[in-house]
């Protein structure tokens, strides 16, 4: 019988010194999604949302529990998606954008981390140049080179290791989504096999369980898909997840399978603390704590690195560009927002077209009510991505508005946020109908030709997003996060009040 004890989210405690743990007693601290977030971030979730966690925290944390539970007992995990979010992302270490965060991990004392999505969005060979700075086991077992099947897809990506600790051997495999292909662009995907999940879970389980006392998927596809995992891939003792930053009070448990994750941004840590007898876990705790300031002492080497960047990152974006007026802008994968209205209306006037178009993931944060700054305004635009225009025909916008109807109903798919257009739509007979769509004050014509403006990474991946190959398509030769300080510039940014398309009876 499985003895748990689960703790809620909660401060920490000053550390106790308590006697050496017995053999099989293992820690696993985890982290996942931190988006090149190293400092203290807003906490939403707690009264007067104050701004808690960061990589001090972090490393005041870990270094507690080395200090507390032994340093043979304890492995820190994360879960990918380390790279883009923040302005950390526009300087080079190690001869890598965005690779500080190697510095950050390595000084906390990171044990191995998978690689997410997020990590490609620079490029294949930016993803491979961060492979190979990293002195810290980067693992995928499901991203194979097209070129070479059988081989990891990218020089020095391991498909698994095995860690020994509290005389135990633990096996740490990681797998990345295998949605991967439409997540990323034609640069990295093109090179890459990506392996479904299931598949090559299966292979690992049956490669390292003969070889170690504990099994753990290292994953980043999401709470669900790992859930998925766990009820089809018997063997798998622990699985420690991202990709869908999810905050796991509790624990999830299927079948013999323990799930666990940590939320984003480095402002959660998840400690999982277990008891291992002969390849069977006899007892299991899971504990997810904000990182609320001042619980433990934060380590000289990490607040002197903290700060170092911080210093370099505000003397390059703290310049206050304007205002957010009137209210927050938010952001939703499902529906229509203050957030992605203001962002179509963006690339629409950078690009002066009669239609614009940006994709909800697109948008990494909210922008609060308030003084602006360059920084605040990049960590809702932390991707490289041109703002593009192309042609499309008004019977192709008329199949994309319905689209977007059905999204809004079934959550199949991101609901992508408008400029520029005017609609009402019903349902009849058990789908969206169109009754009256406005390109401008004109009614829309599917038989004209109309001018859209997007993101270079919705245009590139024009089949999940648009449903239909951009026609003459051209950079405006600036990026979307330039194209935002510039209209941010003109005037105080007010949420945009009124919907795009309207669902009525």
Request: with cysteine; glycine share 10%; hydrophobic share 45%.
């Amino acid at each position: 019988m499985i003895a748990l004890l689960v703790f809620a989210a909660c401060q920490p405690h000053p550390v106790p010194v308590v006697a050496t743990l017995p053999e099989g007693h293992v820690v696993i601290a985890h982290t996942n999604d931190l988006h090149a977030h190293f400092e203290p971030n807003r906490a939403d979730w707690l009264e007067g949302a104050p701004d808690i966690g960061g990589f001090g925290e972090i490393a005041a944390h870990i270094a507690a529990l080395h200090k507390e539970k032994g340093d043979d007992h304890v492995l820190y995990l994360d879960g990918g998606d380390i790279m883009t979010g923040t302005p950390l992302m526009e300087f080079e270490s190690r001869g890598v954008r965005g690779g500080a965060m190697l510095d950050f991990m390595e000084n906390a004392g990171m044990d191995a981390w998978v690689l997410g999505n997020h990590e490609f969005d620079i490029g294949y060979e930016h993803v491979s140049s961060l492979v190979a700075a990293s002195t810290i086991p980067a693992l995928s077992a499901n991203l194979d080179s097209k070129s070479d099947p059988g081989v990891p897809a990218i020089a020095g990506l391991q498909d698994h290791v095995i860690i020994d600790r509290a005389g135990l051997r633990i096996g740490i495999f990681g797998l990345t989504t295998d949605s991967l292909a439409r997540l990323t662009g034609t640069d990295a995907a093109d090179r890459m096999n990506v392996i479904a999940v299931e598949k090559a879970a299966a292979e690992q389980v049956a490669l390292l369980e003969p070889q170690v006392d504990l099994v753990v998927a290292l994953t980043h596809i999401g709470l669900d898909a790992d859930k998925r995992i766990a009820e089809k891939v018997p063997g798998i003792d622990l699985i420690v997840g991202g990709h869908s930053h999810t905050p796991l009070l509790e624990p999830v448990q299927v079948g013999d399978t323990w799930v666990v994750q940590a939320g984003s941004y480095a402002r959660q840590l998840g400690v999982t603390e277990m008891t291992v007898r002969d390849g069977r876990i006899v007892t299991f705790t899971s504990e997810l704590r904000d990182l609320v300031p001042g619980g433990h002492p934060v380590p000289e080497s990490a607040r002197n690195l903290e700060q170092q960047w911080m210093d370099r990152i505000e003397e390059h974006f703290a310049e206050e560009i304007g205002r957010v007026a009137t209210g927050d802008l938010t952001r939703s994968r499902g529906a229509e927002t203050t957030l992605g209205r203001w962002a179509a209306d963006m690339v629409k006037f950078a690009a002066n077209t009669d239609v614009g178009i940006y994709n909800p993931g697109g948008l990494r944060s909210d922008l609060v009510e308030g003084a602006l700054t360059r920084g605040g305004l990049y960590q809702v635009f932390p991707f490289s991505n041109d703002v593009v225009r192309f042609e499309v025909t008004g019977a192709e916008l008329v199949g994309l508005l319905l689209r977007n109807a059905r999204s809004e109903l079934d959550g199949n798919h991101p609901v992508m946020q408008m400029a520029g257009v005017r609609v009402t739509w019903r349902m009849r007979s058990g789908a969206p109908e169109l009754v009256e769509a406005r390109v401008g004050n004109t009614l829309l014509d599917p038989d004209g030709t109309y001018t859209v403006a997007t993101n270079s990474f919705v245009a590139d991946r024009w089949s999940y997003n648009l449903g239909f190959e951009p026609r003459n398509l051209v950079s405006e030769e600036i990026t979307v996060f330039q194209a935002a300080v510039k209209l941010a510039g003109e005037g105080p940014i007010v949420p945009p009040p009124n919907p795009r398309m309207v669902h009525i009876d």
